[in-house]
C-alpha cells in the first residue's frame, strides 16, 4: 500500500528565503507525482505534474524534483512571498491502482 | 473552459438526514474521482468512476455512501443518514480518459456539516 509523507509539517520563514519541500513514497512503481496548493477552505490548485520519466518540472519560482529510484520528490519555492502562505499537499498516482495517494501536505507561512 | 464544478459548496444537515453532492468533470473528462478531507486531516480517496461504472470504490465506507455518474448528467455522492462523523470537506476531481498519466483536476469541494 503506497504511503506517503511530507516533511516538515509545518514551516515558517520570513518573506525572500528560498526553501524547500519534501515528500516521499513507499512504492516507487508510479505513473505521475503532482504538488498542489491548498488554501484555507478552499480547493486544490494543480502546481506541477512530473511523468514518472521525467526528473524535474518548472513553473515559475517554483521546481519540483523527483528521484523515483529512492521516492522522492522536492518542491523548490524561489524568493518566498506571503502570498505564498498555503498547505502545499504532494500525490502520486500508482501504477497499480486507480487514485492519487496523498501525504498530509506542509503547512507554509511566509512573513512580510 | 470551466473547470470542476461542485455543488453545493457548504450543505448543513440534521443526523440522520440524506446528503447528496454533485460533480460535473471539465468538459471532455469521463473520469471522476471522489476525495473526503476531515478537518485537520489529508485527502483521502473513497471512489473512482467512469460513465456508468464504478471503478474503484475501496475507499468509500461499505454502509451509507454510494456514489453514481450516469451517461448524462453530474456525478453524485450520496450519504444516507448522516452523522456527525461525516462533517468534512468533500472534492471531487477529474481527468481526461485514457490511461492515468494525464494531471488530476479539482473543484472547491463540497462542505458537509452535520449538526
Known amino acids: 500500500k503506497q504511503e506517503v509523507t511530507q516533511i516538515p509539517a509545518a514551516l515558517s520563514v520570513p518573506e525572500g528565503e528560498n526553501l524547500v519541500l519534501n515528500c516521499s513514497f513507499t512504492d516507487s512503481a508510479i505513473y505521475n507525482l503532482q504538488w498542489f496548493r491548498q488554501d484555507p477552505g478552499k480547493g486544490l490548485t494543480s502546481l506541477l505534474l512530473i511523468q514518472s520519466s521525467q526528473r524535474e518540472q518548472t513553473s515559475g519560482r517554483l521546481n519540483a524534483s523527483l528521484d523515483k529510484s529512492s521516492g522522492r520528490s522536492t518542491l523548490y519555492i524561489a524568493a518566498s512571498q506571503p502570498g505564498d502562505s498555503a498547505t502545499y499537499l504532494c500525490a502520486v498516482y500508482n501504477n497499480a491502482g486507480n487514485m492519487l495517494t496523498f501525504g498530509g501536505g506542509t503547512r507554509l507561512m511566509v512573513k512580510p | ?115
Open chain 2, 1 to 115: 473552459n470551466a473547470g470542476v464544478m461542485q455543488n453545493p459548496r457548504h450543505l448543513v444537515r440534521r443526523r440522520g438526514q440524506e446528503a447528496r453532492l454533485r460533480c460535473s468533470p471539465m468538459k471532455g473528462h469521463s473520469h471522476v474521482y471522489w476525495y473526503r478531507q476531515l478537518p485537520e486531516e489529508g485527502l483521502k480517496f473513497m471512489v473512482y468512476l467512469q460513465k456508468e461504472n464504478i471503478i474503484d470504490e475501496s475507499g468509500m465506507p461499505k454502509e451509507r455512501f454510494s456514489a453514481e455518474f450516469p451517461k448524462e448528467g453530474p456525478s453524485i455522492l450520496r450519504i444516507q443518514q448522516v452523522v456527525r462523523g461525516d462533517s468534512a470537506a468533500y472534492f471531487c476531481a477529474s481527468s481526461q480518459p485514457g490511461t492515468p498519466t494525464g494531471e488530476l483536476f479539482f473543484g472547491e469541494g463540497s462542505r458537509l456539516t452535520v449538526l
